[in-house]
């Protein structure tokens, strides 16, 4: 009898230990009992790394704040970072590092775009839940892919048609002289603009250069034999800080507009008083991370109480961009359930988010919201879609009236 009764005691035991063991086996790959781990590819190194430092700077700071009330139901945001050197081969390499070696629930694309085209077939493939904050490259949401989503930028199918309709509408220019670099959403950028301005009777010249290139006397000769009444730059925000003192030195004085590259304050760090009166299109929310009040207030606030590092020249465009991603991902895994599944994430991608802001509503009111409204559906992963024309007047960006 004894041997019996032990034998049911120990029965019993298992039978109240399944649904634990159940719900433990119901979590995917990259969740543990007490983390989940996601991965981010960004440009830490090299010519990009502007970007990748100041995304890292709102990442971290969105998971300190994140995991200080608490996790995502229970369970600590774990940030593992990769070095995509913001090229096409580091892109390849550093997803490949996050999904196969280090085994992440998901990945968070954090890299320019030449970096973020390259891994979009190894994703289709994997099936990994990739969400894609920065590249605005028109390729990243061209095949439509049930696990690929664009978070903060605005797609540049979205914004090409806003750059034409300011140069057509607002600046009523005639010729424009196009300057494209050779990073991909300059490539790809370019002939669509070009189309856009033709189709309206504006004649447009497409000037090429290489991003990194620091003396543009050759391509700014073939400007003013162009002779236009308007100029737009393509390229990365250092490219166009050292082309509008350039371009003004050599006496073009026609207007200059630039992609949202360039609505960024290293680019009024580097053209210095030549700044004045450019235009560019911002997409970072309300207010610009010049400003310390409001939410942006909230925003460097916190900051300084979770000691987050400031590198050189941050925080900036991207450091708002990628925090209020953060947000996104982790109200996406909340609505996934106790034990998320990627699945589950992808699922809650496409119902779940609606018109979200990070720190507007429960459970994230202790973020700062200063991000712009993103939403997504089953067909449509496209998180935004507006930008808005700014103008540089006594050293800042203001809303161009």
Same mark, same amino acid.
């Given at each position: ?21 159940? $719900?433990?086996? $119901? ?25 990748? +430092? ?39 390499? &550093? ?14 694309? $954090? ?110 000769? +073939? ?77 460097? &606030? ?19 961009? $990628? ?79």
């Amino acid at each position: 009898m004894f041997g019996r009764a032990r034998y049911l005691t120990i029965f019993v035991s298992m039978l109240a230990a399944l649904p634990l063991m159940r $719900a433990a086996s $119901a979590a995917d790959i990259g969740v543990s009992e007490k983390e989940i781990k996601i991965g981010v590819h960004t440009s830490l190194t090299g010519g990009a790394s502007f970007i990748g +430092q100041g995304g890292r700077l709102g990442i971290d700071l969105a998971t300190a704040e994140i995991n200080a009330h608490g996790g995502v139901n229970g369970r600590k945001l774990n940030v593992v970072y990769v070095d995509d050197r913001g090229a096409p081969d580091g892109g390849v390499s &550093a997803a490949r590092r996050l999904v196969d070696e280090e085994k992440v629930f998901a990945v968070f694309g $954090a890299g320019p775009s030449a970096a973020t085209v390259s891994v979009l077939p190894f994703f289709q493939q994997t099936k990994v839940p990739y969400f894609v904050s920065f590249a605005s490259d028109p390729r990243v949401l061209e095949k439509f892919s049930a696990n690929i989503y664009s978070g903060a930028t605005v797609p540049q199918a979205d914004a090409l048609g806003e750059y034409a309709k300011f140069l057509i509408e607002t600046i009523k220019a005639k010729r424009v002289a196009i300057f494209a670099c050779d990073q991909p959403h300059c490539s790809s950028g370019k002939p669509i603009l070009k189309g856009l301005l033709d189709k309206a009777g504006v004649a447009s010249t497409i000037i090429d250069y290489n991003s990194g290139d620091t003396d543009f006397t050759g391509q700014i000769q +073939q400007a003013i034999a162009s002779k236009p009444d308007a100029v737009f730059l393509f390229g990365l925000a250092p490219d166009e800080g050292r082309l509008i003192p350039q371009i003004r030195n050599a006496d073009i004085q026609q207007p200059i507009v630039t992609d949202t590259s360039g609505c960024d304050l290293s680019v009024l760090r580097l053209s210095g008083k030549a700044a004045e009166g450019y235009y560019t299109f911002w997409f970072g929310g309300s207010q610009f991370y010049d400003d310390n009040t409001g939410a942006m207030g909230k925003f460097y &606030a916190s900051l300084d109480a979770n000691k987050i590092q400031r590198p050189a020249n941050t925080p900036n465009l991207y450091s708002l961009m $990628a925090y209020s991603d953060v947000y996104v991902v982790a109200e996406a895994i909340r609505l996934a359930g106790p034990d998320p599944t990627r699945a589950g994430l992808l699922k809650a991608l496409d119902t779940g988010i609606n018109g979200f802001v990070g720190g507007k509503t429960e459970p994230w009111t202790f973020a700062a919201p200063i991000g712009i409204p993103r939403t997504f559906t089953a067909t449509d992963h496209k998180g935004t879609s507006s930008v808005v024309p700014v103008v540089v007047r006594n050293g800042s960006f203001k809303p161009v009236s």
